[in-house]
């Protein structure tokens, strides 16, 4: 947001800039904020700032929807649509530039890529996705020093409903082959109780511990999410989608099936939640300057290009990225899920080449865990016949 409207004020021809509050939503109910009157220094700190400064919104716009989106554009004389957002949002701008092209009405539509799902087509990793990771990395890096200070079972349910980037990234939290998590599961493979169980058992049976991460969108062979299999009732979301790991329902569930059917007391449960978001002071500086340019070559494109699009981050050499502008349709509702060449041949894990795709994504100053090398001293007592 930020890119965008620092690089618009670079044009003289844009006379004002808004900002609509809590996304389309605001724009239905013309809710702005004048950014022209925001100062530089203010937009720079609110840059470093984790989370969305507009707001955002889980209305899933249609047609209709879209149709008055374009009656309030329409009337306020904007000529540049600017939306960030995940395949709803680019498919929200599809259809707005669609019903501006049957009105003859000059505005240019750009899709700006923000989801830490990372599940955009088109796009190596998504703004957002990086620093998620580097969170989700580093919580099961202190998650299993926790672990192995004090041997259990630890089951930690991470966001991703159809695609598993962000549970992949809790393995570059290890350092030594035996840390945790020991078992990933992610929701591009049928997950199955029997085989979890025997899986945490073999684990904890070689290792006397065992670390899960767990994506929320884990689903049996009929597409069936699991926490609807397991659970008496379950919630549902604005969209009508099963909710899935923000009442902590799915950690619960599963811990409670390990305690019962494996017989071992020490088995914990957590749900990341929204913290994987926006938590201040895990920050990529990879994802923060990749953040900044696309908002910055979404308005070049829509001010020297004179075209619509989706803004898309392509991998270069190393690491090194390029900006390229797609059609919507090629983005617009569409999902991306983790490659097989990121996933294990067990299912349960991930392989090197996704580690080398991720850790780049990191950011510099990425910590590591250290251990005590066990120098045993010698028994004395218990040497003695």
Same mark, same amino acid.
């Given at each position: ?9 670079? !044009? ?11 996304? =389309?939503?605001?724009?239905? &109910? ?62 929200? #701008? ?11 009405? &000059? ?21 957002? !996705? ?26 930690? #349910? ?52 065992? /670390? ?7 689903? &049996?062979?009929?597409?069936?999410? /699991? ?14 989608? #099963? ?39 895990? #920050? ?14 979404? =308005? ?7 075209r619509d699009g989706s803004v898309t981050i392509k991998r270069t050499g190393h690491y090194s990225v390029d900006y390229e502008l797609v059609p919507l349709d090629l983005v617009a509702g569409k999902t991306r899920t983790m490659p097989d060449s990121f996933i294990a041949a067990s299912g349960h894990d991930v392989t090197d080449e996704f580690r080398m795709y991720l850790r780049p994504l990191l950011g510099s100053g990425m910590p590591d865990a250290y251990r ?14």
């Amino acid at each position: 947001m930020v890119g965008a409207v620092l690089e618009s004020r670079k !044009f003289r021809n844009v006379e004002l800039i808004y900002g609509a509050v809590h996304g =389309v939503r605001g724009i239905l &109910d013309e809710d702005f904020y004048d950014l022209t009157q925001e100062t530089t220094h203010n937009l720079e700190m609110v840059a470093n700032t984790p989370s969305s400064a507009l707001g955002s919104t889980r209305d899933k716009p249609d047609l209709k929807y879209c149709q008055e989106i374009f009656k309030v554009l329409r009337a306020h004389e904007i000529g540049y649509f600017f939306y960030t957002g995940g395949n709803d949002s680019s498919d929200t #701008v599809r259809i707005v530039n669609e019903e501006a092209r049957k009105a003859d009405y &000059d505005l240019r539509c750009i899709h700006i890529p923000k989801t830490i799902d990372n599940d955009l087509v088109e796009n190596d990793h998504t703004p957002g !996705f990086p620093s998620a990771a580097r969170y989700v990395a580093q919580a099961f890096m202190g998650i299993n020093l926790d672990n192995a200070a004090l041997p259990g079972i630890y089951i930690g #349910v991470v966001m991703g409903r159809h695609a598993g980037f962000l549970t992949a990234a809790s393995a570059l939290g290890k350092k030594f082959s035996d840390d945790g998590p020991h078992l990933i599961y992610m929701p591009e493979r049928t997950f199955d109780i029997e085989s979890f169980l025997a899986d945490v058992k073999q684990v904890y049976d070689r290792l006397g511990r065992c /670390i899960v991460a767990v994506s929320e969108g884990i689903h &049996d062979s009929t597409g069936e999410p /699991i926490i609807a299999s397991l659970a008496k009732e379950t919630e549902h979301d604005a969209h009508g989608n #099963v909710q899935l790991s923000g009442s902590g329902a799915l950690a619960d569930l599963l811990t409670r099936k390990v305690k019962e059917e494996l017989g071992i007391k020490r088995v914990r449960g957590d749900t990341l939640g929204y913290i994987q978001r926006s938590f201040v002071g895990c #920050v990529s500086d990879v994802d923060q300057n990749e953040a900044r340019e696309v908002g910055e070559k979404a =308005v070049q494109y829509g001010m020297f290009g004179d075209r619509d699009g989706s803004v898309t981050i392509k991998r270069t050499g190393h690491y090194s990225v390029d900006y390229e502008l797609v059609p919507l349709d090629l983005v617009a509702g569409k999902t991306r899920t983790m490659p097989d060449s990121f996933i294990a041949a067990s299912g349960h894990d991930v392989t090197d080449e996704f580690r080398m795709y991720l850790r780049p994504l990191l950011g510099s100053g990425m910590p590591d865990a250290y251990r005590l090398r066990p120098n045993k001293v010698p028994k004395i007592l218990a040497t003695r016949s």
